[in-house]
């Protein structure tokens, strides 16, 4: 079964005439790493908001269709209860901090005691998330003393020790430089590994080229296409929706170069670095 079922999904926020989501549907499945692509107002933070219940349980407004993830029926479930399948991480590490904490520890801890989980298996969290996250080596820092990156990894270090099933990222690179980023889709990387489900928006299609494994083109509040990158950047209308192609795509185009893995364009400069290889 998949973790997530959108079907017909629509919605259209309280006071506006047009649907932000607009009869939406697709699946994923456990551990699988889904970009989400668009032109901003296409509708991508509004479908991470539908995942996590957000919409419609706080923002209210018109509902139709239905999402379920880890089986749960998002409408007919609160907001908190959702909260311990589908894990939500925002654009800035900053304000996602709770500013009273001391240490990049204390501050992962915060969420467990209040969800009051008993103390061993607290630690047991922390020690894995400090892990996976690759920050058990700066735990005892003040979390305003950290990079952007480090800040966006304590950040979903915090959501990580909940232990969601699925964690979604609404553009967490964008405030980062191009060493935070990678540092941010790396680590996630390696939660998809853990088994954990990855929905991220995001602007960096070179990055969601290498690291997605299905791409969901998004505009005015509709789903375009949903499909591995090869096939989606291989598109000719990108530009119609605001995207421009992978670097690697591009330079394939431009030289009649293709993946011999996929008959398309390529989408990475690992592959493109491959075929070039193989004529020389
Ligand atoms: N709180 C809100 N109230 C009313 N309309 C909103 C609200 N948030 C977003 N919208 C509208 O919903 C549409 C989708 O926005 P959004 O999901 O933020 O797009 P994206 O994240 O792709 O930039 C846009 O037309 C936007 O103006
Ligand atoms: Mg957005």
Known sequence: MSIIQ?????????????????DISFEVKQGEFIGLI?????????LCFALSGLVPHFFNGGYGGKVFVNGLEVRQ?????IAAHVGLVFENPFSQMTA???TVFEEIAFGLENMGVERNEMITRMDESLDLLDITSI????PFDLSGGQMQRVAIASVIAMKPKILILDEPTSQLDPQGSEEVFKV????????ITIIMAEHKIDKLAEYADKVALIDHGKLIDFDTPAKVFSRDDLPDYGITAPTATRIGKALGIKDSKTDLFPVTIKAISREIGDKL
């Open 6 to 22: 959108v079907e017909g999904l629509k919605y259209k926020y309280p006071d506006t005439d047009q649907l932000a989501l607009d």
């Open 38 to 46: 668009g032109r901003n107002t296409a509708g991508k933070s509004t």
């Open 77 to 81: 479930h609160e907001v908190g209860d």
């Open 100 to 102: 009273s904490k001391y």
């Open 139 to 142: 735990k005892d820092k003040h």
């Open 188 to 195: 996630v990387e390696n939660l998809t590994k853990e088994g």
